[in-house]
T-cell receptor
Framework: ETGVTQTPRHLVMGMTNKKSLKCEQH?????MYWYKQSAKKPLELMFV???????ENNSVPSRFSPECPNSSHLFLHLHTLQPEDSALYLC??????????????FGSGTQLSVL | GQNIDQPTEMTATEGAIVQINCTYQ??????LFWYQQHAGEAPTFLSY????GLEEKGRFSSFLSRSKGYSYLLLKELQMKDSASYLC????????????FGAGTTVTVRA
């Protein structure tokens, strides 16, 4: 148990659907992240929030829309996705941004399949 | 960004030792992390190196040489539960909150 919970664990959606991924952290951290993990590829950073403010949008297509209503919750809203968006989406949190030895705490991810 | 390379797969026998190498290129090194990820689970933090040398934590050790852009993770007395993916990640001075990850090394421990 890492203190970061993601739901759902698995999601299958069509290209015209709208769905949302949810992440909640119980660690009192101030920073939250979305990563994409595709098979045999490095984790790709998608979005970073610090104190509910977005500080990074890493050239992610607009069909992915993040939301951070408070420092404990993070959402990723999905619409009109493509099959190549199928991947494991990982949420992570850290105490703050910028400390050299700042380590990430990950959730177990949502395995997304786009048909 | 960083160019981080690590082997794709390694296989070893229970009780043996395995060394996972990671090489990186960065304009301003600011720390290296190792994470363990079991299939279907969250990556979890294993170790952190920012100075040259060896950091030991029980059966796991991590080594760093900044001049060579090189690290390794050493797993001793392998157990079946050590079968997992091991991710090398580097922090760069130019993006102080960003971690760049390697593609991971899948270690399979056989009886």
């Amino acid at each position: 148990e890492t203190g970061v919970t993601q739901t759902p664990r698995h999601l299958v959606m069509g290209m015209t659907n709208k769905k949302s991924l949810k992440c909640e952290q119980h660690l009192g951290h101030n920073a939250m992240y979305w990563y994409k993990q595709s098979a045999k590829k490095p984790l790709e950073l998608m979005f970073v929030y610090s104190l509910e403010e977005r500080v990074e949008n890493n050239s992610v297509p607009s069909r992915f829309s993040p939301e951070c209503p408070n420092s404990s919750h993070l959402f990723l809203h999905l619409h009109t996705l493509q099959p190549e968006d199928s991947a494991l989406y990982l949420c992570a949190s850290s105490q703050d941004l910028g400390s050299t030895n700042e380590k990430l705490f990950f959730g177990s991810g949502t395995q997304l399949s786009v048909l | 960004g960083q160019n981080i390379d690590q082997p794709t797969e390694m296989t070893a026998t229970e009780g043996a030792i395995v060394q996972i190498n990671c090489t990186y290129q960065t304009s301003g090194f600011n720390g290296l992390f190792w994470y363990q990820q079991h299939a279907g689970e969250a990556p979890t933090f294993l170790s952190y190196n920012v100075l040259d040398g060896l950091e030991e934590k029980g059966r796991f050790s991590s080594f760093l040489s900044r001049s060579k852009g090189y690290s390794y993770l050493l797993l001793k007395e392998l157990q079946m539960k050590d079968s997992a993916s091991y991710l090398c990640a580097v922090r760069d001075l130019s993006g102080d909150y960003k971690l760049s990850f390697g593609a991971g090394t899948t270690v399979t421990v056989r009886a």
